[in-house]
């Protein structure tokens, strides 16, 4: 969830809560298709990476709506290469048998290192956007009148008086 909600960060902070839906989405999609009488094995066709880029592709170059599907590829995406960090890894494609992995799938779920990868991403991408904070502006399909929720610029919204000293000196420290 946290490297969805940075890879979404990316693109534009409004499409943050949808990226970490879809974020979860290869696990829970499993279900999903189970209900519907798929059998479905776990990290595989939910789980493959081609399919999630050509979703950022398709949602990004042919048809969205305010973002909402590129969002969630692109939550789906960053689960998928989260997988591929472990030693089971992710199906590259559909119909490639082997496995993709990254950084030579050496990580566990449920261990520490899990921590320390989703630092250093969220880091990379906040390093991303801080070095082009055009990024923030550049999205087509969203309004985006200055106002970001989830990240207040404390020191701004108190200099024109929308809050007040007691409330800047509480939240400064709230990056989020
Ligand atoms: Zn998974």
């Known amino acids: 969830m946290i490297i969805g909600a940075s890879f979404g960060a990316v693109i534009n902070p409004l499409i943050i809560p949808v990226a970490v839906l879809g974020s979860t989405a290869p696990d829970w999609l499993e279900y999903v298709l189970k209900i519907f009488g798929y059998r479905v094995k776990h990290r595989t066709v939910t789980h493959v990476l081609v399919y999630w880029?050509?979703?950022?592709?398709?949602?990004?170059?042919?048809?969205?709506?305010?973002?909402?599907?590129?969002?969630?590829?692109?939550?789906?995406?960053s689960h998928v290469i989260a997988d591929s960090f472990t030693i089971a890894g992710v199906p590259f494609s559909p119909t490639?048998?082997?496995?993709?992995?990254?950084?030579?799938g050496k990580l566990r779920t449920g261990n520490a290192g899990e921590y320390v990868v989703a630092g250093i991403i969220a880091l990379l991408c906040a390093g991303w956007i801080h070095l082009s904070p055009a990024s923030?502006?550049?999205?087509?399909?969203?309004?985006?009148?200055?106002?970001?929720?989830?990240?207040?610029?404390?020191?701004?919204?108190?200099?024109?008086?929308?809050?007040d000293g007691a409330e800047w000196r509480e939240n400064r420290l709230k990056f989020i």
């Open 96 to 104: 490639s048998d082997a496995r993709f992995h990254l950084f030579g």
């Open 53 to 77: 880029l050509a979703a950022i592709a398709f949602f990004k170059l042919v048809i969205d709506y305010r973002a909402i599907g590129l969002g969630f590829a692109i939550g789906g995406f």
């Open 136 to 163: 923030f502006k550049n999205a087509p399909t969203l309004e985006t009148s200055g106002f970001l929720p989830f990240f207040y610029d404390w020191k701004k919204e108190y200099d024109s008086g929308v809050v």
